[in-house]
Every structure is written in C-alpha cells, then in structure tokens.
C-alpha cells in the first residue's frame, strides 16, 4: 500500500491527534481509542511498512524516544509499568502499513489481556525449530563500521536475497 493511502501518513500530515512528542523524523500521539488512557503511538515520517525497512540508525533513534516516552508514562501518570509493542506483520496484529511503536501505560489489576498460555515443545520440536533458525541468527550482530560493498555477488547469494523479498512482501500488510 502507498503512502497516499496510508492512515499513519495521513494522521501525521494532518493537524489531528494530540502530539506527545515530534522532531524531524518521528510523531508520537495520544491515542483518543486507546487500550488505557495514555496509550501513546510513536512512528517514523517516513512510510515504512514493516520493522525491517527502518534503517538501523532511525531504529535507533526511536527506540530511545520509545524508552524515554515510557518513562515519562511511568512518572507522569504514576503507572507500574508499560509494554512496549512492536506488531509486525498483518499476523502479528498490524493494522495500518506503516511501521509503529505503541507504548501501552500498565497498573496492576488493570485488566488488559497482552500475555499467552505458554505451550511445552518437545525435543524434536526445539531442535528443529534451532536448526532452521540458526542460518540466519548466526551471523547477527551490530557492527559499528559501515558495510562494505559486495563485490560481484553469487548466483547462490541473489537466489537468497529474492527468496528474502519475497517473504518480507509476504508480511507486509
Ligand atoms: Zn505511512
């Protein structure tokens, strides 16, 4: 979905909804339908649609706006805690197509329904579950120096990348 047809990017040009906080690259608003009152939606300008098209420096950048807002949550309405959510991807929750960070206030006894029945796998199951999900963890890391070109990538290697862009678009909402 396009920009122009996207609710974040329309809310955001708009003059509606009460802005908590705004630089150059992020808007974060009070929610007017909220899961509890001072439920607060912070999002990058730009349209992104999904977690991983957020370049690491502005994930950076959100993430501690997101921390900071949360802290202002705990000491301003004198909440016990926040959850900080992330939904990515239309199974996962993902309504509009732009990425968001909700920062959920939280009080005891409050109610609100974010946890799950914890499910026991089984050997074979957490060890195929490891084997397909190592690949890709293996490599991980966050590295200060900035990426080095690839020089004439390998067939094998632009296979994965399509492979890899396919199952993105498949998430994006
Ligand atoms: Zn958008």
């Known amino acids: 979905m396009a920009e122009e047809h996207c609710q974040i990017c329309q809310l955001m ?53 997101a921390n ?5 949550v705990f000491e301003g309405l004198n909440m016990q805690g926040t959850n900080i959510l992330v939904n990515n991807g239309v199974a996962a929750g993902q309504k509009d197509p732009h990425f968001t960070i909700d920062i959920i206030p939280r009080i005891e006894g409050d109610g609100l329904k974010l946890d799950w029945t914890p499910r026991q796998l089984s050997d074979d199951e957490m060890s195929t579950v490891e084997l397909m999900l190592k690949p890709h963890t293996e490599t991980l890391g966050v ?31």
């Open 13 to 65: 040009k708009s003059k509606e909804g009460l802005v908590v906080y705004e630089d150059e690259g992020m808007k974060a608003l009070l929610l007017d339908k909220p899961s509890s009152p001072g439920h607060i939606r912070l999002f990058p300008k730009k349209h992104y649609t999904i977690f991983e098209q957020v370049p690491d420096q502005e994930v950076e950048k959100i993430f501690i706006v």
């Open 68 to 72: 900071k807002i949360s802290t202002a």
């Open 143 to 173: 590295s200060e120096e900035p990426e080095k070109p690839v020089e004439g990538k390998k067939k094998e290697e632009t296979i994965k990348d399509e492979n890899y862009l396919t199952q993105q678009l498949r998430r994006i909402p």
